[in-house]
T-cell receptor, first 114, second 114 residues
């Protein structure tokens, strides 16, 4: 089955700096890769996603890149702000005859220091 | 607010007991997913239902079961509870079986087993 690894597990950056979180997946059939942000005690919220036919996607200060050959994708946050502090999860989705199966990475705890 | 509702918000029970968690998906969403998130852990996919039918199974224990009703709400039943079952249980919904990728998460049910 699919296995998603995520690094680093914790990341501290100074406000205004960039943050990069990397994920790798194992199943070449995975074709959709969302990123979720989860603040303490709250629900995960989708912040950006990318499909396998796209190499890069950007939304304001957030961007995601996908390398299908290497089976890895990354989240880039520029000009970080204290409110970016949260746990970030990557996920890989595979579709089979029965439905869609999401596998999440273990998460990265991002701390943005003022 | 994602439009996905979950009840109860908190649940405290004893080992060996059985509980039922309830989820109502967003209006129009046919797929429901259940996830378990233990303390400081990632999201573990448990099971997916689409329009009343089980469609995908993840790391769901035999002591756990779920169903989706004709009105599309879903229930997750946890029996013979153990201390290790204490976790945050999230429900998520999406429009389709596989074509629509984005999942919307509910606020979660925090289960504490004493």
């Amino acid at each position: 089955g699919e296995n998603v690894e995520q690094h680093p597990s914790t990341l501290s950056v100074q406000e205004g700096d960039s943050a990069v979180i990397k994920c790798t997946y194992s199943d070449s059939a995975s074709n959709y890769f969302p990123w979720y942000k989860q603040e303490l005690g709250k629900r995960p919220q989708l912040i950006i996603d990318i499909r396998s036919n796209v190499g890069e996607k950007k939304d304001q200060r957030i961007a995601v890149t996908l390398n299908k050959t290497a089976k890895h994708f990354s989240l880039h946050i520029t000009e970080t702000q204290p409110e970016d502090s949260a746990v970030y999860f990557c996920a890989a989705r595979r579709i089979d005859n029965y439905g869609q199966n999401f596998v999440f990475g273990p998460g990265t705890r991002l701390s943005v220091l003022p | 607010d994602s439009g996905v509702t979950q009840t109860p918000k908190h649940l405290i029970t004893a080992t060996g007991q059985r509980v039922t968690l309830r989820c109502s998906p967003r209006s129009g969403d046919l797929s429901v997913y259940w996830y378990q998130q233990s303390l400081d852990q990632g999201l573990q996919f448990l099971i997916q239902y689409y329009n009343g039918e089980e469609r995908a199974k993840g790391n769901i224990l035999e002591r756990f079961s779920a169903q989706q009703f004709p009105d599309l709400h879903s229930e997750l039943n946890l029996s013979s509870l153990e201390l290790g079952d204490s976790a945050l249980y999230f429900c998520a919904s999406s429009v389709g079986l596989a074509g629509e990728g984005e999942q919307f998460f509910g606020p979660g049910t925090r289960l504490t087993v004493l």
